[in-house]
T-cell receptor
Framework: KAGVTQTPRYLIKTRGQQVTLSCSPI?????VSWYQQTPGQGLQFLFEYFSETQRNKGNFPGRFSGRQFSNSRSEMNVSTLELGDSALYLC????????????FGQGTRLTVV | DAKTTQPPSMDCAEGRAANLPCNHS???????VYWYRQIHSQGPQYIIHGLKNNETNEMASLIITEDRKSSTLILPHATLRDTAVYYC??????????????FGPGTRLSVLP
């Protein structure tokens, strides 16, 4: 059974640009969550999608957005990139959400220069 | 979700049991204890979770005190590959709650040869 797949693994972008990250959950999983990890703030929850609807949202500015497709694959978009957006972005999938364990992907390391 | 307190770091000799404590004195009746670990630059890996009974799987054992105010994750025979940051998370375990874990700083476990 394939795990959670995130693409790309590494990305370098310039300030002001936008970026889209992709996450393919484990087959049969309908919940996809996104997290940002930085050395200073640790792992922080961004948002969760379930059945193509955003169900939970963390405390991040509107520049961070996401969506989920009918096949449960999810994308995360960050617009007007800032240097502080440099981080490891992690995606986690679970069967239904709050009553099951989540499985994380390897992450996308974004560097903003 | 209840707050957790973990020691920032611990050492363990290879081959010995690693006992990682977690305090969650404000845990409520419908909150489960989850453990994840993160090996450097990889996504967090699910280890185990439980409500009030002790749990065991192929990776670890989880011992929860009778009053549920604290728990211990036990890695029975630690290896060098168990060196990682271990996160204890307490959260509601509900179908409709959503998949949004709150990660603290965790415990950095170093397994020494």
């Amino acid at each position: 059974k394939a795990g959670v797949t995130q693409t790309p693994r590494y990305l370098i972008k310039t300030r002001g640009q936008q970026v889209t990250l992709s996450c393919s959950p484990i087959s049969g999983h309908r919940s996809v969550s996104w997290y940002q990890q930085t050395p200073g703030q640790g792992l922080q929850f961004l948002f969760e999608y379930f059945s193509e609807t955003q169900r939970n949202k963390g405390n991040f500015p509107g520049r961070f957005s996401g969506r989920q497709f009918s096949n449960s694959r999810s994308e995360m978009n960050v617009s007007t990139l800032e240097l502080g957006d440099s981080a490891l972005y992690l995606c986690a999938s679970s069967i239904q959400g709050g009553n099951t364990e989540a499985f994380f992907g390897q992450g996308t390391r974004l560097t903003v220069v | 979700d209840a707050k957790t307190t973990q020691p920032p770091s611990m050492d363990c000799a290879e081959g010995r049991a690693a006992n990682l404590p977690c305090n969650h004195s404000t845990i409520s009746g419908n909150e489960y204890v989850y453990w994840y670990r993160q090996i450097h630059s990889q996504g967090p890996q699910y280890i185990i979770h439980g409500l009030k009974n002790n749990e065991t799987n192929e990776m670890a054992s989880l011992i929860i005190t009778e009053d549920r105010k604290s728990s211990t994750l036990i890695l029975p025979h630690a290896t060098l590959r168990d060196t990682a940051v271990y996160y204890c998370i307490v959260r509601v375990h509900s179908l409709n709650y959503g998949q949004n874990f709150v990660f603290g700083p965790g415990t950095r476990l170093s397994v020494l040869p």
